[in-house]
C-alpha cells in the first residue's frame, strides 16, 4: 500500500493539550499510521495509507474536533477537454497523485477546476503541470493581468482553434465526399473507376485524418495511458479503422475493392462542426459571470488632499474619499458623506425601482448614481466588495455539483469501456454472419462514434450553469446547485416575522408612564430611560425606542451593565438606577407586579403591536408599544407561495395575539409564536421529523441556527452577514417575491435537466443497437436505418451535445414572474 507522509499547518491550538487531543483523534482515524503535532510550530505531520483514507477525510477530522487547517483554493480554467470523462480524470489524479490536494472538483461545463490545497505542501504551479501531463491545459494569469481577461482570451483562442481546424476539415472533405458518392451512384465517368481516383482520396483524407483530427489522436493516447478511456478514443478508434482499412484496400488490393476514405473524414469534420458548436454554446452559459464582472468601472476619482485624483479601481484603498459625479458608476463599496441620489442596484438586486440614499447610507460598487453628486467613504475594496463576493457565490455555485450530476458521472464513467466491448461483439458478429470484413467495420465504426457520452456529461452542469445565471440576474443568489436542485422538493416554508415578512423597523405607537408612578413621572421620561437602556441593544424593537427618543430630542444617558436577557428583554445601569426593559411575561417570571397595566397591555397586543413594559429598580413603571408593518410584497408574494403547493407558516417571537394580528393581513398555514431564538431550529427539526422538506427565510443573527438546520435557507439581502454566511440562498433585493421566484427558477432548471438527461440518455439507448445492426432483418424500414452509416452517426453525435447545450440556454430566455 502507497504511504503518504503530509505536514498540516494548523490553527486554533491553544495549549499542548490541543495538539495531545488531535494525536489521539487522528491515530484512531483508520489508514492514518502515525502523527506528530507540533505545537510551537502549529503542524501536524501525518503518515497515512492512500488507499484506506484521503487526505480530506484527515482535515475534516482536524476540523470536527474544533481547530483548523490553512488551506488555499484556486479555480483553475482548463483547456482541452472534451467529454466528462476528461473531468473526472482530472478530477481523479490531482486526488489520488498530488500531495497536498485536500478537495478537487472539475466542473466539465464551465471547464474550471476547483482545487482546496495545503499551500506549504504544493503550489498552483506544480497543480498545472499535473494537468498538463494529462494532456490538458491551465489558464495562468501573468502578474498585473486579470484572471478574468486571461481565461477569456484562452476561451476565444480555444474556439479560433477549433473553428480553423473546421474549415481545413472541410475544405478537403467536401470535394472527398461528394466525388465519392458521386461515384458510388455511377454519375461519373468510367475516369471515377481509377486507381488514381483512390490516391486523390487518400491525399483529400490526410490532412483531415491527421491536423483536424490529430487532437483526438492525443487526447485518446494520454487518457489512455492514465488508465482511463474517453471521447477522443472512440473517434480516434472509429476513424482510424475507416482510414486504414482504406489505406490497406488500397496498397494491398486483395483486402478489398471499396475505400471509405470519405468515411473517416466526413466523421472527424462533422464531429469537429460539434466541438466548435458546443465550445460557443458553452461560452454562453457563462455570460451571468462575464455580465457581472463588465459592471465594474476600470477607474475611480479620489480626493487627494484638496485635488480630485483619477486612479485605477485597482489603487483604491480603504477609507479613500471617493467622488461620483451623475451617471456614473460607483467603483467601490461605501458610505456616503455628501450628497443626494436616486442609485439604480438592479445589477445587484434584480429590482428595477432606482433607491434614494444620502448620507449615511451605504452604496455598492457598480451600482449606477443617476443624479446627483456623491461624496462618500470607501469601506470595501477589491475582492470584498458587494459584487466580487457576489461573482465568488455564483462562480461556486456554478461550478458545484448537484448531486443528480452523479447519475451522469457514473454512467459516462462506463460507457467508454462498455462501447468499446459491444463494438467489438458486433464486429464479430458481422464478420461472423455476413463474412463481409466491410461491413463489419462498418458496424464497428458506426457504434463507436455514436455512442460519445458528451451529452451525458453536459446535460447537468450546463442547466445549472444557466439556472444559476439566470438566477444571478434577478438578485438570486445560490450559494450550490444542491440548494438548486432541493428548492425543487420543498413542501413548507417557514417565515420569520420580523425584519422578512415585515419592514422590520417598528415604530413606537403608544407611550404610557404610570400616573403616579415614585419611579417616572412623564412619558417623555419613561422613553428617556427605555431609550438610553436600549442604546447598546441590536434588536429592532430597541432600535426603534432609540430611534423614537432621538426624533423627540431627548438627550440619552449613558447606559453601564448592559445585559440582554435572550429574546425576553434588555437592563442596564442608568446614575444609580437599574431599568428593565421586556416584554410582560419576563417581568412575571421575575415576579415583578404588572397587574396596573394589565388591560391595556391586553388591548395593545390585541391590536397587533408589540409591548414593552419597563421597570425601575423593578418597580413597574410604564409601557411603550410599538408596531410593525408588512413589507408591500408580503401578501403577493405568499399568496404565489400557496399557488404554488407550498405549506407557508409564520415563525416570530412576539406573543400569539401580534402573530395573529400580522396573519389576518395575509394567508398562512400555520402560526409559531413566541419562538425564542434558540427555539427556532428546533421548530425546524419538528417539522423535518414529520416529513416535510422545510426552506427557512430570515434575516437575523438569530436566524442563522435554523437557516442553517433547513434543507434550503433563504437570507434576504437585508439582513445580517452571519445569516448570509448560513444559507443556502441569497436574496439579494431583500423582497418576499424572490421567493416564490426561487421554487419557480429552481423547477425549471430541474426540469431542464431531466429532459437533458432523457434525451442523452434516449439517444444512446436507442441509436447504439440501431448502429450494432438491430434493424438490419426488417427490409420494410428505411434502408439508413438498416444500415446506419457511420456519417450519419458522427452527425447525430454531434447534434446532440449541441442539443443538450441549446436546450440549457434555454432557461436565460425563460420569463421568471
Not at 510550530?41 to 480530506?56: C, F, H, M, N, Q
Not at 484572471?147 to 476539415?169: L, M, N, S, W, Y
Not at 478489398?256 to 466523421?267: K, L, N, R
Request: glycine share 8%; proline share 4%.
Amino acid at each position: 500500500m502507497a504511504a503518504e507522509t503530509v505536514t498540516l499547518p494548523l490553527t486554533g491550538m491553544t495549549c499542548v493539550n490541543c495538539a495531545l487531543n488531535i494525536e489521539r483523534l487522528l491515530r484512531k482515524l483508520e489508514g492514518v499510521t502515525a502523527v506528530k503535532v507540533n505545537f510551537a510550530a502549529e503542524d501536524a505531520t501525518v503518515t497515512y495509507e492512500k488507499s484506506i483514507v484521503r487526505l480530506e477525510q484527515i482535515v475534516q477530522k482536524i476540523r470536527d474536533t474544533g481547530y483548523d487547517v490553512a488551506t488555499a483554493r484556486v479555480d483553475l480554467p482548463i483547456t482541452g477537454m472534451t467529454c466528462a470523462n476528461c473531468a473526472m480524470n482530472i478530477e481523479r489524479t490531482l486526488q489520488k497523485k498530488a500531495v497536498g490536494v485536500v478537495q478537487a472538483s472539475v466542473n466539465f461545463a464551465t471547464e474550471v477546476a476547483t482545487i482546496e490545497y495545503i499551500p506549504s505542501v504544493t503550489s498552483i504551479s506544480e497543480l498545472g503541470e499535473i494537468i498538463r501531463d494529462l494532456g490538458y491545459d491551465v489558464v495562468m494569469a501573468e502578474e498585473g493581468d486579470l484572471p478574468e481577461d486571461v481565461e477569456q482570451q484562452a476561451r476565444r483562442a480555444e474556439i479560433a482553434t477549433q473553428t480553423r481546424k473546421f474549415f481545413i476539415g472541410l475544405i478537403f472533405t467536401v470535394p472527398l465526399f461528394f466525388v465519392s458518392m458521386a461515384r458510388d451512384f455511377g454519375l461519373l465517368g468510367s475516369w471515377s473507376q481509377g486507381l488514381w481516383v483512390n490516391w486523390l482520396f487518400l491525399a483529400l483524407a490526410t490532412p483531415v485524418q491527421f491536423y483536424t483530427g490529430w487532437d483526438y489522436y492525443v487526447g485518446g493516447w494520454k487518457s489512455l495511458k492514465h488508465g482511463s478511456a474517453n471521447m477522443d478514443v472512440l473517434v480516434a478508434m472509429g476513424s482510424s479503422v475507416a482510414y486504414f482499412y482504406s489505406l490497406a484496400v488500397l496498397l494491398f488490393p486483395a483486402v478489398g475493392q471499396h475505400v471509405y476514405f470519405e468515411t473517416s473524414a466526413v466523421i472527424i469534420t462533422l464531429i469537429k462542426l460539434g466541438k466548435m458548436l458546443e465550445a460557443r454554446a458553452k461560452g454562453r452559459t457563462g455570460d451571468a459571470i462575464r455580465k457581472l464582472i463588465g459592471l465594474r468601472p476600470k477607474t475611480a476619482r479620489i480626493l487627494v488632499g484638496e485635488e480630485e485624483k483619477e486612479v485605477p479601481l485597482s489603487q483604491v484603498q480603504v477609507d479613500d474619499i471617493v467622488l461620483v459625479r451623475p451617471g456614473e458608476k460607483i467603483p467601490v463599496d461605501g458610505i456616503i458623506l455628501d450628497g443626494r441620489s436616486a442609485i439604480d442596484e438592479s445589477m445587484l438586486t434584480g429590482e428595477s425601482l432606482p433607491v434614494d440614499k444620502g448620507p449615511g447610507d451605504t452604496v455598492v460598487g457598480a451600482t449606477m448614481n443617476t443624479h446627483g453628486f456623491l461624496k462618500f467613504r470607501a469601506t470595501k475594496v477589491g475582492k470584498d466588495t458587494a459584487l466580487a463576493q457576489i461573482i465568488q457565490l455564483v462562480r461556486e455555485a456554478q461550478g458545484s455539483r448537484a448531486p443528480i450530476q452523479d447519475i451522469a458521472d457514473r454512467v459516462a464513467a462506463l460507457f467508454v469501456p462498455a462501447v468499446i466491448g459491444i463494438a467489438l461483439v458486433t464486429f464479430i458478429i458481422w464478420l461472423a454472419a455476413a463474412g463481409d470484413l466491410a461491413q463489419a467495420m462498418i458496424r464497428l465504426v458506426a457504434v463507436l462514434i455514436i455512442s460519445c457520452p458528451c451529452a451525458f456529461g453536459l446535460a447537468t452542469p450546463t442547466a445549472i450553469m444557466a439556472g444559476t445565471g439566470k438566477g444571478a440576474e434577478k438578485g438570486i443568489l445560490f450559494r450550490n446547485s444542491e440548494a438548486l436542485e432541493k428548492a425543487t422538493k420543498l413542501d413548507l416554508i417557514i417565515l420569520d416575522k420580523t425584519g422578512t415578512m415585515t419592514r422590520g423597523k417598528p415604530t413606537v405607537t403608544d407611550l404610557v408612564s404610570l400616573n403616579g408612578s415614585s419611579v417616572v413621572n412623564e412619558d417623555l421620561e419613561l422613553l428617556k430611560l427605555a431609550g438610553s437602556v436600549e442604546r447598546g441593544s441590536e434588536h429592532p424593537i430597541g432600535r426603534a425606542i432609540t430611534r423614537e427618543a432621538e426624533i423627540r430630542g431627548i438627550t440619552l444617558i449613558e447606559p453601564a451593565d448592559f445585559q440582554a436577557a435572550g429574546g425576553q428583554g434588555v437592563q442596564a445601569r442608568l446614575a444609580d438606577r437599574m431599568v428593565y426593559v421586556g416584554k410582560p411575561g419576563w417581568f412575571e417570571e421575575m415576579g415583578v407586579d404588572l397587574a396596573r397595566g394589565a388591560e391595556l397591555i391586553r388591548t395593545l397586543q390585541a391590536e397587533g403591536k408589540t409591548v414593552m413594559a419597563v421597570c425601575v429598580d423593578m418597580q413597574f413603571a410604564g409601557l411603550i408599544a410599538v408596531c410593525d408593518s408588512l413589507k408591500p410584497e408580503t401578501k403577493e408574494a405568499l399568496a404565489e407561495l400557496r399557488r404554488q403547493g407550498l405549506k407557508v407558516v409564520m415563525l416570530t417571537g412576539d406573543t400569539m395575539q401580534t402573530a395573529r394580528a400580522i396573519a389576518s393581513q395575509v394567508e398562512v398555514d400555520d402560526i409559531y409564536a413566541e419562538v425564542q431564538p434558540q427555539d427556532k431550529i428546533q421548530k425546524v427539526k419538528e417539522l423535518q421529523d414529520q416529513g416535510s422538506l422545510v426552506g427557512m427565510v430570515g434575516d437575523g443573527i438569530n436566524d442563522a441556527p435554523a437557516l442553517a438546520q433547513a434543507d434550503v435557507g433563504v437570507a434576504i439581502g437585508t439582513g445580517t452577514d452571519v445569516a448570509m454566511e448560513t444559507a443556502d440562498v441569497i436574496l439579494a433585493s431583500g423582497s418576499l417575491l424572490g421567493i416564490p421566484r426561487i421554487i419557480e427558477l429552481s423547477r425549471k432548471t430541474m426540469k431542464t435537466v431531466r429532459q437533458n438527461l432523457f434525451w442523452a440518455f434516449f439517444y444512446n439507448v436507442t441509436l447504439i443497437p440501431i448502429a450494432a445492426g438491430i434493424l438490419f432483418p426488417f427490409p420494410s424500414l428505411p434502408g439508413f436505418l438498416r444500415h446506419l452509416n457511420p456519417m450519419l452517426a458522427a452527425f447525430a453525435m454531434a447534434f446532440s451535445s449541441v442539443t443538450v447545450v441549446s436546450n440549457s440556454l434555454r432557461l436565460y430566455r425563460s420569463k421568471i414572474h
